[in-house]
């Protein structure tokens, strides 16, 4: 809870006094002459330098009587006095004229942060009464990292305090934007975009990221991905995401882009339960026709219940094949259909329509603190947190998609509808145990499922086909991970005189998870038609030209991964520092090292089969009578077993493959605070080893190995100078690496969509090698506010692109090292109240005061040199963007709170929001033979939020999101004439959702 009053603020003429704690002198020398000085100052400046004094008391409700809070900690954060609540719950302090906030704390109560003005010779009254919610706590296990706070103030005290150059979303702050996700919350921080469900930092895409939860590795249950896409992590588990656009030793190496670390809820401080149902609507989409078929019993929940396996019946009828699998996930065998035998899969390619319900969603969180011993501070115990949430959502979109060739000619020309039903299910379990304030574990398990049900319909023209070409894809996906971690931190060597102070802290934390996707039973059916009778959709003809068209495809991939990571950090020299105003010793570290070790090992197995079915009697039989809304007529067992179609599992001996990635590091850095300077040189050594194991698709009984390995050096330095307490100028540079993902040096093809390209990876990719530099200067203005502006210089040689391979058989995508890459950028965010408008006299009386905006903007240039050298490649541009980077980024959100008191015991909480976000034109798709490249253009995204808190723990919210509802809009350049084509357009529709949540 944050209450905040905007009110003056004149600067402090009274300030502290720091000895060093090994200075000497003469105490009571000292002492008179301070008081001599002090004495003239006082009575010569009286008039111009005065204080008053602050009174205040904190309580809370206990049904329904005023209960005070003896030894809460009040903070005052400008002058940094300190005070103790007494047993009536009172305190006072003497503060300079102007404008402080003050800070109040107390065990199992949500700490608020209040604004007042104090003016000279008055005594100030401030009551405040602390909420007595389950206060949600994450626990603060990183070394060397950004402590996890829910408000907006104390992620910018987070940003300010880092090492790095960080963003930082917290919970709160992704509700006020209207993130559902934390693949939508981190798209709209500094410089980053997202394509599709891939995230892009300053340009870079996917290869060029990394993800962490909890400071651990997270593994991608994708293939086509490195790092997991981020929307499968509801915002209802996270206490904040951090963005780490810079090197440091302790993170793995192989990125340059962002360091992307999810840090988990843990426990509640009280005996908690929160109940949330939610429902919503699509405009495009709710209450309409959906086209949909025959799944499992199951799918609402996201879950195959087995219906989509491979039927028995196919496997026990299989022969053996030639050559062994090089996994165990499908058997090695080949199947062909007999007449007469059944077809042996289920005649399930029909599909119908019904109405698209609205979207739900529902949530359950529970937890508490459980003290060993009777103390206020609970300084032993153990507390737990336990979350279960799932949602649901009906989408249906349509638009067009083309492809023109170099003398700007229509090759293939398509409208596409999509109706997709997806679902995601999260469950996470924490235990907390506090040892003592000093040593603490954390065990967590977190699990993840997704699915996505997609029917998908096109009509159109293809250059190879003299008639009009008409195809259905049905298609179930499911993605899951279960990560399991174990983290704990320990503290050595306390100072007697300052409890918050260790010389030694140790860090150690491990994983286990598992991850996969499964694609089973993607149906697929083409036909032909006459466009004069493209109504007549019983006058469709059987597509038996291509036999890999109509099929039957099913995929598979399972990851195991292991992590650990141990840190140590030891104060070699630190100062004991008397504060004149506050008293006692605060211990302020000097030299500090950190170092440590860290390991993952990851292997992945992966596999397809797809089974054909071969139309050419069928075909002839039917000619132009088939009904395509009554396929299971004609492709069932039936007319199998009299003949007119056999199906046949396609020989593909390279499908599988198993992958390898061992990462050792061990990694050192010294921090030296030097009055305003903050160095910290550090250096990582990384040693890596790399494989794929394949069978060799054109000489199945050779087995090919393909394997990149190497150890590295990555220096980095980081520079903090502090101008003043409220200006920062920071400057890092670094080398880091860029390894090849998975598929991208797996030698083998597939088929990325119906009539698409196909990609084969490349075996001879190198890593990459990246060189970074950042400066940054910042500015706090006041707490919770932020100004900051800053530059980025990227160096990539060797960089990993998308290249286009020239084959007989048309389009084939591989992955080359170019020459080398070039970006840079400029980053600015602005984060404020909007009191700043009115004069200062005005501000506290101001309704501005309850409004805050926050804006931030980015410009790139980005480019990549591809090498014209490699006669298999035959890119159109050897010099272009990089693919996915945009050329400016805006996002802005203005936001109003409001707590409003209804009794003297209940008040309620109203938040208001609207965020917008726009992007430049984007390297969509990469040209090859003098065909031009295709660019996404902007889209203008705009989101309303509103929430009411109400007293008794019930809340009410309401989304509006993608209100503008733009068109998506791909572009192609035009070759011949100049310009640009347009070659995609879609449009997503309106969500409005709809949310009640209690808390017990």
Request: glycine share 8%; with cysteine; charged share 20%.
């Amino acid at each position: 809870m944050l209450i905040t009053i905007n009110l003056f603020i004149t600067p402090h003429c009274l300030m502290k006094k720091h000895v060093r704690g090994t200075f000497v002198v003469n105490k009571n020398a000292m002492r008179n002459v301070l008081l001599a000085v002090s004495g003239i100052i006082l009575l010569n400046f009286s008039g111009w330098c005065q204080t008053g004094t602050l009174n205040g008391t904190l309580f809370k409700m206990e049904s329904g009587v005023k209960e005070f809070l003896p030894m809460a900690k009040v903070i005052e954060m400008e002058e940094g006095k300190f005070a103790l609540t007494d047993d009536n719950g009172k305190f006072s302090m003497n503060l300079n004229e102007g404008e402080h906030h003050i800070i109040v704390r107390f065990v199992g109560l949500i700490t608020d942060t209040i604004a007042v003005n104090i003016k000279a010779g008055e005594i100030t009254a401030m009551d405040v009464q602390m909420s007595q919610r389950g206060d949600l706590k994450t626990v603060d296990i990183i070394v060397n990292g950004t402590s996890n706070g829910g408000t907006e103030v104390s992620a910018i005290e987070d940003i300010k305090e880092d090492d790095k150059v960080t963003n930082v979303q917290t919970a709160s702050m992704m509700e006020q934007k209207g993130s559902g996700d934390v693949g939508d919350a981190t798209k709209k921080i500094t410089g980053l975009s997202m394509v599709g469900s891939v995230l892009y930092v300053r340009g870079l895409g996917d290869r060029y990221n990394v993800a962490y939860l909890n400071n651990l590795p997270l593994p991608s249950p994708d293939p086509d991905f490195r790092v997991i896409p981020l929307s499968i992590f509801p915002t209802d588990i996270v206490s904040s995401v951090q963005v780490s656009k810079v090197m440091s030793p302790e993170l793995y190496g192989d990125f340059s882009g962002g360091a992307f670390n999810i840090t988990t809820k843990s426990f509640y401080d009280e005996p908690t339960l929160k109940l949330s149902i939610g429902s919503g609507m699509n405009t495009q989409t709710t209450f309409k026709d959906f086209q949909t078929y025959n799944g499992g019993k199951t799918d609402f929940f996201g879950f195959d219940d087995g219906t989509r396996n491979i039927p028995q019946f196919v496997v026990d009828n299989s022969s053996q094949a030639a050559y062994k699998e090089i996994n165990s996930i499908y058997p090695s065998s080949l199947y062909n259909s007999v007449e007469g035998k059944s077809t042996g899969f289920h005649d399930n390619f029909g599909t119908f329509f019904k109405s698209a319900l609205p979207n739900t969603n529902f949530s359950f969180t529970g937890g508490t603190f459980i003290p060993m011993t009777k103390s206020e501070d609970k300084s032993k115990g153990f507390g737990y947190l336990v979350l279960l949430s799932h949602d649901n959502a009906y989408n249906y979109s349509y638009g067009d998609i083309k492809n023109i060739n170099a003398q700007s000619e229509e090759r293939l020309n398509y409208h596409i509808e999509k109706y997709n039903y997806s679902t995601s299910t999260t469950g996470l379990v924490n235990f907390y145990v506090r040892i003592n304030p000093e040593n603490n574990i954390s065990v967590n398990s977190l699990y993840v499922n997704t699915s996505d049900d997609e029917t998908r319909e096109s009509w159109g023209t293809h250059y190879d086909y003299a008639r009009s070409i008409y195809s259905r894809r049905l298609t179930y996906k499911q993605n899951y991970i279960w990560v399991n971690q174990i983290i704990g931190t320990h503290k050595f060597l306390g100072h007697p005189d300052d409890k918050n102070f260790s010389r030694l802290t140790l860090d150690w934390r491990g994983s286990f998870s598992t991850t996969g996707s499964k694609e089973p039973d993607r149906r697929q059916f083409v036909a032909f038609y006459d466009e004069d009778k493209k109504e007549n959709f019983d006058q469709y003809t059987f597509m038996y030209i291509d036999r890999n068209e109509n099929h039957i495809f099913y995929s598979e991939l399972h990851e195991t991964e292991m992590a650990a990571k141990f840190n140590g950090q030891f104060v070699i020299l630190y100062d004991e520092v008397k504060d004149s105003v506050r008293g006692g010793i605060k211990v302020q570290d000097i030299i500090t090292v950190h170092a440590g070790a860290d390991y993952k090992s990851k292997s992945r197995m992966f596999d397809y089969k797809q089974y054909n079915y071969v139309l050419n009697q069928l075909a002839s039989n039917t000619v132009d009578q088939v009904d395509i809304y009554n396929i299971d007529n004609y492709l069932n067992s039936e007319v199998h077993d009299n003949g007119e179609f056999y199906i046949q599992e396609v020989a593909n001996f390279g499908s599988s493959y198993i992958a390898v990635l061992d990462v050792i590091g061990v990694y050192s850095d010294l921090n030296f605070r030097l009055n305003k300077f903050e160095i910290i040189p550090g250096v990582r050594f990384e040693n890596g080893y790399q494989s794929v194991t394949n069978r060799d698709q054109q000489s199945p009984s050779e087995i090919d190995k393909t394997v990149i390995t190497g150890g590295v050096l990555l220096p980095s330095l980081i520079t903090k100078y502090s101008i003043s307490s409220k200006d920062i100028l920071r400057f890092v540079v670094s080398k880091t690496l860029t390894r090849p993902k998975f598929n991208e040096v797996a030698p083998f093809q597939y088929t990325l969509f119906f009539a698409g390209a196909k990609a084969i990876g490349n075996p001879d990719l190198q890593n990459s090698e990246n060189y970074n530099v950042d400066l940054r200067y910042e500015r706090y203005p006041k707490p919770g506010e932020m100004i900051t502006i800053g530059g980025f210089y990227k160096y990539i040689d060797r960089p990993i692109e998308q290249t286009q391979m020239a084959t007989a058989s048309g389009q084939l995508l591989s992955y080359a090292n170019a020459n080398s890459a070039l970006i840079g950028g400029f980053e600015f965010e602005y984060v404020r109240s909007l009191s700043f408008l009115v004069s200062e006299e005005k501000r506290d009386s101001s309704f501005l005061k309850n409004f805050g905006l926050g804006f931030n903007a980015s410009y790139m240039y980005t480019r990549v040199m591809i090498d014209t050298t490699n006669p298999g490649t035959i890119n159109t541009n050897s010099v272009r963007p990089l693919e996915g980077a945009s050329p400016y980024l805006i996002n802005c959100d203005l936001r109003y709170e409001r707590k409003m008191e209804v009794t003297d015991s209940t008040d309620r909480k109203l938040m208001l929001a609207v965020a917008y976000n726009v992007f430049g034109p984007r390297l969509y798709s990469v040209g090859s033979n003098g065909i031009g490249d295709q660019y996404a253009q902007p889209v203008n995204t705009l989101n309303f939020i509103a929430k009411i808190d109400f007293a008794n723990n019930f809340s009410v919210g309401f989304k509006a999101r993608n209100i503008l509802n733009p068109t998506i809009q791909i572009v192609q350049e035009d070759k011949v004439s100049g310009g640009m084509m347009g070659v995609s357009a879609y449009k997503r529709g309106i969500d409005f959702s709809f949310s009640l949540g209690y808390s017990f």
